[in-house]
């Protein structure tokens, strides 16, 4: 059966960065898309960002471009999340999920098998 473990959230200043791990057992990675999501307090799930399964294709939720890079390595079966220049408004608690395509819109019912999510918060 597929799990998703995440890790690498903290707390972290205004403009610090943080990098998140992906690490997924269980299953063949390289036959899945890959979708960061996060949620705060309060507010629904959103997407983030989306990895295709070759990497040819990667998705970016507006708020986030420019700032935020995902990549992969099929041969540690993990996904990773770099951010950069962090807002305050990028606090919440990141998942991510197993999916079969990267749309231009990052839709959560595209996604599952989610992990059980990494706290972020950007504070000063």
């Known amino acids: 059966q597929l799990q998703l473990v995440e890790s690498g959230g903290g707390l972290v200043q205004p403009g610090g960065s943080l990098r998140l791990s992906c690490v997924v057992s269980?299953?063949?990675?390289?036959?899945?898309?890959i979708g960061w999501f996060r949620q705060a307090p309060g507010k629904e799930r959103e997407g983030v960002s989306c990895?295709?399964?070759?990497?040819?294709?990667?998705t970016y939720a507006d708020d986030v471009k420019g700032r935020f890079t995902i990549t992969r390595d099929n041969g540690k079966n993990t996904v990773y999340l770099q951010m950069h220049s962090l807002k305050p408004e990028d606090t919440a608690v990141y998942s991510c999920?197993?999916?079969?395509?990267?749309?231009?819109?990052?839709?959560?019912?595209?996604?599952?098998?989610w992990g059980q999510g990494t706290q972020v918060t950007v504070s000063a």
């Open positions: 990895i295709s399964n070759g990497a040819e294709t990667t």
């Open positions: 269980g299953g063949t990675f390289d036959f899945y898309s």
């Open positions: 999920g197993l999916g079969f395509r990267c749309r231009p819109y990052l839709y959560v019912g595209d996604f599952g098998s």
